[in-house]
């Protein structure tokens, strides 16, 4: 495919606790941003697509909350509930159906505004799993011991994800969480939920991201600069996590395959020079470039103890910090897509990956990674 | 300087009241469950699989699955954690008491997992593939609480 790019990009700084701001304010920032980068104005965009959740904005029909801060009013505007990836996808489809030349998505959320457990806890099944307690840390644990168990993957190497991407992130001014960690803090952290220590989780976040997505001639009209969209697809897996594979993740392998397929890559690990993936927990990340094809079946702890995936590796893995140094939930996805963005216009300043000239950004929606959106881009 | 104040607007507790529906299926696995504390699965026509608990549609083959069967109660650890942070159990309101064991159980005859407590009385036990029973509460009221968790078999 190479008849739509992204133009513009615009991510908020994630931050804990926006306390000064609505989630509207920060759509407003991330849409201006993006705008700007593209060197365009609001009546340059023919639909907006924006992306949120009923339960963590805590509102029905969220995403028409949103609608004036991201220039919709008199515009064709949808909504996708779901990660970003999943609403830029649409957007995507909208553009390449003909019927419009730019979209103008938008994903937000706003973590310190609710119980994250209590919400994570409403997306399980309300007769059978949803009074026993289960939230989305619990259920990643058991996950996470199965990934264990099936690959020998070990605390210290999920340690060293925690490390390696909280690292990144001090040079990138806009993460919520910098630090200079060992392994030894992270396995000394508080035990959450056996095996995952409190620095092999996310933290809860507020942030937004606008990305614009544009067909054809408009792809170079404003003066921005164009980042060719390849490669697109997402899978899903079953609702039901006891119905899975638990230790694997089939829907990104297909996902990916797919993406990649469309994308002309035969061969991943050698093609792509840059990765940003959905973080949320240390072994989530070894997990989904395992799935992926990026690395050898179950070597992804030892290919991370080699430095493969540190941002002078061989395969950069969340050169910007990832979601462990901040997870706009929702958000997240399409803040994966507008790094990747940026690593292939050489703007990521002190976290540019060399040289990078093909990327892939991955987004999850769904508990334990139910269902995968995968992006291939690639420079001008 | 005037110390600053955040004005923020609270929905104190008031809640979203429903009534799920637990259906056809899910109302013959509780019956079962509270009269005779028997555990039921559904199995495929076209693949074999039989899941718990019991559903109308095997997302594998998209086929409507009819006939039941008699799974467990014994089981495996399918795979399992330890939660150690207060968790604000979503029926009471109330913050749960950690730790608790949490798993996923392969019932014997079942090819999916079904989710509940393990009793960790002794942490050494808690392994993937150790032998499980269900423990059920002498007052079943045709809920997954009928089942008041799952504790490793020894010797088996």
Not at chain 1, 273 to 302: N, P
């Amino acid at each position: 495919m190479d008849k739509a790019a992204v133009i513009g990009v615009g991510i908020t700084k994630i931050e804990a606790n926006k306390i000064k701001e609505t989630f509207a304010d920060m759509v407003w920032e991330a849409v201006n941003k993006a705008l700007s980068d593209a060197k365009m104005t609001i009546d340059d965009i023919d639909n907006v697509i924006t992306t949120s959740n009923d339960f963590w904005d805590g509102r029905t029909i969220s995403c028409m909350a949103v609608g004036d801060a991201s220039g919709a009013r008199h515009k064709n505007v949808s909504c996708v509930e779901g990660d970003g990836t999943f609403g830029a996808f649409y957007g995507l489809a909208r553009v390449l159906s003909g019927s419009y030349g730019t979209t103008l998505v938008t994903a937000h959320s706003k973590g310190s505004e609710s119980v994250s457990s209590l919400i994570t806890n409403a997306a399980f099944d309300p007769i059978y799993d949803r009074a026993l307690g289960m939230d989305m840390v619990s259920a990643c644990a058991l996950q996470a011991r199965a990934y264990m168990h099936r690959t020998g993957t070990t605390p210290e190497q999920m340690a060293m994800v925690s490390v390696k991407n909280h690292g990144n992130a001090k040079y990138n001014p806009l993460s919520q969480l910098p630090m200079d960690i060992t392994v030894q803090d992270v396995l000394e952290s508080e035990m959450i939920s056996d095996p995952l220590h409190k620095l092999d989780c996310s933290p809860v976040s507020d942030g937004c991201c606008a990305v614009i997505i544009a067909n054809g001639k408009r792809t170079s009209r404003y003066g921005g600069v164009p980042v060719w969209i390849k490669g697109v697809a997402f899978c899903a897996d079953s609702y039901f996590i006891g119905d899975r594979e638990i230790s694997k993740a089939v829907a990104l392998t297909k996902a990916a395959k797919n993406a990649f397929s469309m994308a002309q890559i035969t061969d991943p690990l050698s093609e792509i020079d840059v990765a940003e993936v959905y973080d949320a927990f240390t072994y989530q990340e070894l997990m989904w470039i395992e799935a992926m094809g990026l690395s050898e079946g179950g070597k992804a702890g030892i290919n991370l103890e080699k430095g493969h995936y540190d941002i002078k590796g061989r395969l950069p893995v969340n050169p910007s910090g990832g979601l462990l140094s901040g997870h706009p939930v929702i958000a997240g996805g399409l803040i994966r897509i507008a790094e990747i963005v940026k690593q292939l216009r050489g703007e990521a300043g002190g976290y540019q990956v060399a040289g990078a000239r093909t990327g892939v950004a991955h987004g999850v929606n769904g508990l334990c990674g139910q269902s995968h959106c995968v992006w291939v881009l690639t420079a001008s | 300087m005037a110390a600053k104040e955040n004005l923020i607007v609270e929905s104190k507790g008031s809640g979203q009241p429903f009534n799920y529906a637990v259906g056809m299926h899910g109302s013959r696995f509780f019956k079962e469950l509270r009269e005779n504390r028997k555990l039921l699965g559904i199995k495929c026509p076209k693949c074999g699989k039989v899941y718990v608990p019991p559903r109308r549609v095997c997302g594998e083959c998209f086929a409507e699955m009819t006939v039941f069967v008699e799974v467990g109660p014994k089981g495996v650890i399918g795979t399992f954690t330890i939660l150690r942070y207060a968790f604000i159990d979503p029926e009471t309101g109330e913050q749960k008491p950690v730790p608790y064991g949490y798993g996923f159980i392969r019932f014997d005859g079942a090819d999916t997992l079904f989710q509940h407590y393990i009793s960790i009385e002794d942490e050494s036990k808690i392994k993937i593939g150790a032998r499980v029973e269900p423990v059920f509460s002498e007052e079943r009221k045709g809920n997954v609480k009928d089942i008041l968790y799952f504790k490793v078999i020894d010797g088996e």
